[in-house]
C-alpha cells in the first residue's frame, strides 16, 4: 500500500543521514493533535472493573481478571483517528489516563480532595478531569476502601518497612499500587503464530491435564483465563475492524475510504493470525501491548528488537515492491504516535520520581546476531529515522553499541542526538552480553537481549521479575544513617544501631565497615518489601493475559508470578552512587589518611549544614576542604577505587537474595542491581541532611552512576573513564550515565570525535 | 632497563606549565590532550590566553568571587594581600612570588594560580590517562603555550617521553625564536601547527620584536626537513581580515608546499583573564570575528585546492 504523499509534506529543517527530515501531513496533523491535547483522567476504565469485580467476585482470580479484561474490551469506547493507519486506543479522549482502583484508588481521591495538589494543578505531569468522571471515581471509592492492591500490600508489610519509606531510605510505593510491566512480551511469536495458536496450545495444555494430579489441576484456571482473555482481544480487534468498515462507507475522500477498507482488513486477521507484511505486524504488535497496557498499572511494556523481529517483514514487502520505504516509515511514525497517547496517572509522589508523563516503552535497535556479526539492517535506520521526524520523547530508542557497529549506524545515531531530547540511548554489549550471561543466562539468549524501561536488559519474550520495576535505594541516606551510628537525625528513628558514629569511628575501615552493615541491614528489607508485595501480585491480581505472551507461562500453567517464565531477575535501583563514594574519599583523605580534619569536626559541620560560622575551621572552611577532596568523574584512581570496592560490594550483597520464583522454575531468581535512579535523585535528596562530600542539606543527589553535578571537571575523557572503571559487568540489572554535551560539540568535524569518544568508553572501557 | 633509565631524566627535567586541558578536537588529528607551556615573546594585541605570556606564575583574581573574608590576607606569607574599601581583596603584584598559598585557602574560587612547575613525568601521567581515547581517534598530545620553543629543553624532553610511550605529538609554535631552537623541538614532532599572526612586515612588528622574514624563513625550513604541517591564521577584524592577507597566505602555502590551513576567527572568550591577572587588554571593545565571514574566506581557499578548517 502506498502510504505517503508528497502533498503538504513539512519541512523541520533538521537534517538525517543527510538528507532534510520532513512530516507528511498525516503525520504532522496527528502530531500536532496529540501535542495539543491535554491529557484527561478517565472513570471509563475503573466502572467497568468496578461492576466486573462484583459480578465475578465468586470467580478464581485468574477468571476475575481475564473476565474483567474482556469486558474492558468490550465496553470501552474505541476511535480511529482521521489518517490512522495503525489504530487502537484506549478511549475515545485524545490522551487519557485510565484509572486502576483494584490497584489502589486512596491516593488519586486524596489528590482530588487537594492533598498535596489536584491533578490539575499539579507542577508536573497535569491531568484534567471532567466533574462527571470525578464524581464517578468518588461513587466507588468506597466499594474499594481496603479492598485493592495496596490496602493488601500494606497488611502483610512488617512495620519496619513502613518505617523506612518514612526515613527515606527505600521507596516500593509505586510496587503496590501499579502492576506489571518491565518486560517485552514474546511479540515476535505472536506476530509469527497469531493468538489463535497461543489458545490452541492453552487448550491441548488444558486436555492433556490430570486434574487427579494436585499439581497440575492448579494449572487449569490460569489456562481457562488465557483462552478468555486472547479470545476478548480478537474480538476487540474486530471491533476495530467493524469501525474501519463504517468509517470507510462514511468517508468522502477515496484515498482514505480505502486505507480504512485495508485497516479493517488488517484487524480481522491480526493479532489473531500470523502476521503477513509489515503493516499487519505492526498492528498486531500494538494491540498485543494496548491490551496489556489495558489489562494492569503497569508501565515500561516495550517492544523488543523491532529491527531484528520485522526485518523479515518489511524485507519481503520492499521486494515485493507493496510498500516502499516512505511507507514504512510513515507506518512507524503512525506507531510512534499510538506509544505517544498512551498515558498513566500516578501518584504525584511517585511522579516526581518518574516525571515527564513516561510510560518507558522501549524499542531497541542495532546490536549483534548469534555469531557476533553487526545486526544494524534498513528497518534499523529507518527506526532511527522515525524517531527524528516524530521528535517525541515517547518512544525511547535503544541503539545496541558493540564494537563491530558501522560507523554509519554511530553517525546516524549522533544525527537524532543532536536534535535534542536524549535520543537514542546507546547501550554496549560488549558489557551487557557478558552481565547477562554471568547470571546465567544462555549465550543464545542473551545475544538478544533487549531494552525496557530505562536502562534494563532482559531477553524478550522470556523474562520477567520486574514488577513495574523495583524499589528505590537511597544510597546516601544509608551513608548518613552510618555516619550517624544508625540514627535518622531528620526523624529520630533508629532501627539498626550502629557500633558508633562518625565522631567515634577510629579509622577509615571502622567507617566502611558502619557504611556496610547499614547496607547489609536495608536491603535485607528492601527485598522483604518487594518479594512481599510479588506474594501479594501472585495471589490477587495474577495476570493472566501478559504472562500467557511470555514463554514458557502456557507449557507449565503458570503465571509468570508463578514462576512460568524461562529467565526471572528482580532487582533494586541505586540512587546516590557518586555521593557514597565522594563522602567515603573525602572522609578517608581528611580524617584519616591526612588528619587535617577531626570526625567529631565534621559531624558537627554537618549538623549545622556548614552554616556554623563559630567553629575553626569554620562550616564552610570544612565544606570548602571536603570539596576540594578528589571526586568522582576525573579520572582519580583515589576516589575512584573506592567507588569501586563499594559498588562491588553492593553488587555482591543484592545477588545474595532470591526472588520469590526461586526453585519454581525459572533460571535465575535472584536479586541484581541498577543504576537507573530516573528523577528519584531528586525527591531522595530531600530527605538526606548535609554529608561529607560537600552537600547541603536537602540538595539533589547524583542521578545513575554518573558524576555528582559540576564535580566532574575535568571534561568528558576523563569523567567517562571513571565510570568506565566501575564493576559494570554485575550491574546486569543496567548501568546509566548521563551525557550533556553542547550541540556545537556534534557539528561537522566534531561528531567523528563524539563517536571516538563514545567507542572508547562503551568498547575499550565497557562502560 | 626496559625504560627504567629514563626514569631520572624524566623526574629531573621540568618546566612551567599553566595547564593541561583533555579532550581538545581541534589542535591536531584525533582526540587530544593540550599541554600549555608558559612564557611567549610575541605579545598579539587579540592574545586568548594573556595567562601565557608571562613566563612565570602568576596569581589569577576573580573579583566578583570574593566576598573579603581576609583568608588569603592571612596566609600570605609575603603580607601582599590586603582588603580594601570595596570589601574585596586585592594583590600587591609587585611582592607576590606566586607560592599559590592563598588560591588553596580561599573558600570561593576566587584566586588561581597560573603556573606550575612540573617534571616531565608528571606531565605524562596526565597526558597517559586518555591513551584509549587517542588509540581510537590517531589523537596524542598537543604542546602549546605560549611558545613552547621557549623552553626548547623541557618541550624536548616531553616529546621524547611522549613517543616512549608511542603517543604521537603536535608542536603548536609561532616560530619566531632562534632556528636552533625552534629545531631542537620541531625535529621530533609528528606535526606542526605554525601560527603566522600575519603577512605584512608592518603588522608583525606591532606583536614581536623580530623580523617577519625570519619567521617564514623558520616555516620554510620546517618544510625543507619534511614535517607536517598546518598554518594556522588567526583572523583579526581590521587588521588582517583581507583579501590580500588571504592571498599572501596562499602564497606562502603553495610556495612551502603546505596543504592545510586552519582560520582562527577572534573571540573574546579571553576577556575575564585579562582582568584576573590585572593585564592592560587593549581589545576589550573589539567586536569578535563574524564567522559567516571567515567561512567565506575558508571557502576561498578551499577552491584553491586547501584543506581549510575554521575555528580549528
Redesign the interface.
Known amino acids: 500500500m502506498k502510504y505517503c504523499y508528497e502533498e503538504g509534506q513539512k519541512r523541520t529543517g533538521h537534517m538525517f543521514m543527510g538528507e532534510e527530515i520532513t512530516r507528511s501531513a498525516r503525520i504532522e496533523t496527528l502530531r500536532d493533535t496529540l501535542l495539543e491535547a491535554v491529557p484527561q483522567i478517565s472513570a471509563d476504565r475503573a466502572m467497568i472493573v468496578t461492576e466486573a469485580y462484583q459480578r465475578y467476585n465468586s470467580e478464581t482470580i485468574y477468571i476475575k481478571r481475564a473476565k474483567t479484561l474482556a469486558e474492558l474490551l468490550e465496553k470501552l469506547p474505541i476511535t480511529i483517528l482521521d489518517g490512522e493507519l495503525i489504530v487502537g486506543s484506549v478511549s475515545d479522549k485524545l490522551c487519557c489516563a485510565h484509572i486502576f482502583p483494584e490497584f489502589g484508588l486512596d491516593w488519586l481521591i486524596e489528590e482530588l480532595d487537594g492533598n498535596p495538589v489536584r491533578p490539575e494543578k499539579r507542577p508536573g505531569d497535569r491531568y484534567e478531569i471532567a466533574e462527571a468522571d470525578e464524581n464517578k471515581l468518588r461513587e466507588i471509592m468506597d466499594y474499594w476502601r481496603n479492598n485493592n492492591h495496596e490496602y493488601r500490600c500494606k497488611a502483610v508489610l512488617p512495620e519496619e518497612t513502613h518505617l523506612i519509606r518514612e526515613m527515606g531510605v527505600t521507596d516500593s510505593y509505586w510496587l503496590m499500587i501499579g502492576g506489571e510491566g518491565h518486560l517485552t512480551v514474546n511479540l515476535k511469536r505472536v506476530v509469527k503464530e497469531g493468538l489463535g495458536n497461543y489458545m490452541k496450545r492453552a487448550k491441548e495444555r488444558m486436555e492433556n491435564l490430570d486434574l487427579s494430579e494436585p499439581s497440575e489441576a492448579e494449572q487449569k484456571p490460569f489456562l481457562e483465563s488465557v483462552l478468555i482473555t486472547c479470545d476478548a482481544v480478537i474480538k476487540y480487534a474486530g471491533r476495530y475492524a467493524a469501525l474501519a468498515e463504517k468509517q470507510a462507507e462514511e468517508t468522502e475522500n477515496p484515498v482514505r475510504r480505502k486505507e480504512l477498507q485495508h485497516i479493517a482488513d488488517i484487524c480481522r486477521r491480526v493479532p489473531a493470525e500470523p502476521a503477513r507484511d509489515f503493516h499487519e505486524a505492526l498492528q498486531s504488535i500494538w494491540f498485543i501491548n494496548l491490551c496489556i497496557q489495558l489489562e494492569n498499572n503497569g508501565h515500561s511494556i516495550s517492544l523488543g528488537r523491532l529491527d531484528q523481529n520485522l526485518f523479515p517483514y518489511y524485507k519481503e514487502d520492499i521486494n515485493s515492491g507493496v510498500m516502499r520505504d516512505e511507507d514504512a516509515l510513515e507506518l512507524l511514525e503512525c506507531l510512534y504516535l499510538k506509544l505517544f497517547q498512551l498515558h498513566k496517572i500516578t501518584s504525584w509522589g511517585n511522579t516526581k520520581s518518574f516525571s515527564g508523563y513516561q510510560l518507558f516503552q522501549n524499542i531497541t535497535i542495532g546490536g549483534q546476531d548469534m555469531n557476533g556479526k553487526d545486526a544494524t539492517n534498513e528497518l534499523s535506520y529507518l527506526i532511527l529515522g522515525a524517531q527524528a521526524a516524530i521528535k517525541l520523547h515517547t518512544p525511547s530508542i535503544s541503539l545496541r553499541y558493540h564494537d563491530r557497529i558501522s560507523e554509519k549506524m554511530m553517525y546516524a545515531a549522533m544525527d537524532v542526538v543532536r536534535l535534542g531530547g536524549g535520543q537514542p540511548a546507546i547501550y554496549s554489549d560488549e558489557v551487557y552480553i557478558p552481565a547477562l550471561v554471568n547470571r546465567g543466562i544462555r549465550w543464545d539468549d542473551a545475544v538478544e537481549y533487549s531494552i525496557v524501561g530505562c536502562v534494563e536488559a532482559i531477553v524478550e519474550g522470556k523474562q520477567t521479575g520486574r514488577p513495574n520495576g523495583a524499589g528505590f535505594i537511597n544510597l546516601q541516606k544509608i551513608m548518613e544513617l552510618a555516619l550517624y551510628g544508625g540514627k535518622d537525625p531528620n526523624t529520630d528513628i533508629c532501627l539498626h544501631p550502629g557500633k558508633g558514629s562518625l565522631a567515634d569511628f577510629a579509622s577509615y575501615e571502622e567507617l566502611y565497615e558502619a557504611f556496610k552493615e547499614q547496607i547489609r541491614y536495608y536491603f535485607k528489607y528492601q527485598v522483604i518489601t518487594d518479594n512481599m508485595i510479588d506474594m501479594v501480585t501472585e495471589k490477587g491480581i495474577a495476570d493472566p493475559f501478559v504472562s500467557c505472551l511470555v514463554d514458557d507461562c502456557i507449557d507449565r500453567g503458570k503465571t509468570m508470578k508463578e514462576g512460568g517464565a524461562v529467565y526471572d531477575y528482580c532487582g533494586p535501583l541505586y540512587v546516590g552512587m557518586a555521593n557514597v563514594g565522594n563522602t567515603l574519599a573525602a572522609l578517608k583523605k581528611l580524617v584519616y589518611d591526612e588528619r587535617i580534619l577531626t570526625g567529631v569536626q565534621v559531624m558537627h559541620a554537618i549538623q549545622t549544614n556548614y552554616e556554623d560560622l563559630t567553629t575553626v575551621p569554620s562550616g564552610?572552611?570544612i565544606?570548602?576542604m571536603l570539596l576540594d577532596a578528589p571526586k568522582y568523574g576525573n579520572?582519580d584512581d583515589y576516589v575512584d577505587d573506592i567507588m569501586v570496592d563499594y559498588f562491588r560490594f553492593i553488587c555482591e550483597e543484592t545477588a545474595k537474595y532470591k526472588t520469590t520464583r526461586s526453585g519454581r522454575g525459572p533460571i535465575g531468581c535472584i536479586w541484581q542491581p541498577s543504576t537507573s535512579s530516573v528523577s528519584s535523585n531528586v525527591p531522595c535528596g530531600e530527605c538526606v541532611g548535609a554529608t561529607p562530600d560537600g552537600r547541603k542539606a536537602g540538595e539533589a543527589l547524583a542521578d545513575t552512576a554518573s558524576p555528582t553535578h559540576g564535580t566532574d571537571t575535568?571534561?568528558?575523557?576523563?569523567s567517562l573513564?571513571s565510570v568506565g572503571k566501575l564493576p559494570t559487568v554485575l550491574v546486569s540489572g543496567g548501568q546509566l550515565v548521563n551525557v550533556k554535551v553542547m550541540p556545537a560539540m556534534l557539528d561537522g568535524?566534531?561528531t567523528?570525535?563524539m563517536v571516538?569518544?563514545l567507542?572508547?568508553y562503551l568498547?575499550?572501557?565497557t562502560g | 632497563m626496559f625504560g627504567s633509565d629514563y626514569r631520572e631524566i624524566e623526574e629531573t627535567t621540568n618546566g612551567i606549565v599553566f595547564n593541561i586541558e583533555h579532550f581538545h578536537v581541534h589542535d591536531g588529528e584525533g582526540i587530544r590532550t593540550n599541554v600549555f607551556l608558559k612564557g611567549c615573546n610575541l605579545h598579539c594585541p587579540w592574545c586568548c590566553n594573556p595567562e601565557s605570556i608571562s613566563p612565570d606564575p602568576q596569581i589569577a583574581f576573580y573579583k566578583k568571587f570574593c566576598t573579603g573574608c581576609g583568608k588569603c590576607q592571612n596566609i600570605c606569607p609575603q603580607h601582599c594581600i590586603e582588603i580594601t574599601g570595596d570589601g574585596k581583596s586585592r594583590t600587591d603584584r609587585s611582592r607576590c612570588i606566586a607560592c599559590g598559598a592563598c588560591e588553596k585557602v580561599c573558600p570561593h574560587g576566587a584566586r588561581e594560580l597560573f603556573g606550575h612547575r612540573m617534571n616531565v613525568a608528571e606531565v605524562m601521567e596526565d597526558v597517559e590517562k586518555d591513551s584509549f581515547y587517542f588509540m581510537n581517534s590517531d589523537g596524542g598530545m598537543t604542546l602549546s603555550g605560549g611558545e613552547t620553543c621557549l623552553q626548547p629543553e623541557f618541550a624536548r624532553a616531553l616529546i621524547e617521553a611522549a613517543h616512549r610511550r608511542y603517543i604521537p605529538v603536535a608542536l603548536e609554535t609561532a616560530g619566531a625564536v632562534r632556528w636552533e631552537s625552534l629545531w631542537k623541538v620541531a625535529e621530533l614532532a609528528d606535526e606542526i601547527l605554525f601560527d603566522l599572526k600575519t603577512t605584512k612586515t608592518e603588522h608583525f612588528a606591532q606583536v614581536g620584536n623580530i623580523f617577519l622574514k625570519k619567521v617564514l624563513n623558520n616555516l620554510h625550513n620546517l618544510t625543507v626537513n619534511g614535517k607536517i604541517i598546518t598554518v594556522r591564521c588567526p583572523i583579526i577584524p581590521n587588521f588582517n581580515d583581507t583579501a590580500e592577507h588571504l592571498e599572501n597566505v596562499a602564497k606562502i602555502a603553495t610556495d612551502f608546499g603546505i596543504k592545510k590551513i586552519d582560520l582562527l576567527p577572534f573571540h573574546q572568550f579571553g576577556r575575564h583573564k585579562y582582568e584576573a591577572i590585572e593585564r592592560a587588554y587593549c581589545l576589550k571593545e573589539y567586536p569578535e570575528m563574524e564567522r559567516s565571514k571567515v567561512e567565506e574566506m575558508a571557502d576561498c581557499l578551499r577552491k584553491r585546492g586547501f584543506q581549510v578548517s575554521v575555528g580549528g
Open positions: 564552610p572552611d565544606r570548602k579520572d575535568k571534561g568528558i575523557t576523563a573513564k568535524m566534531m567523528r570525535k571516538q569518544v567507542r572508547t568498547g575499550n572501557y
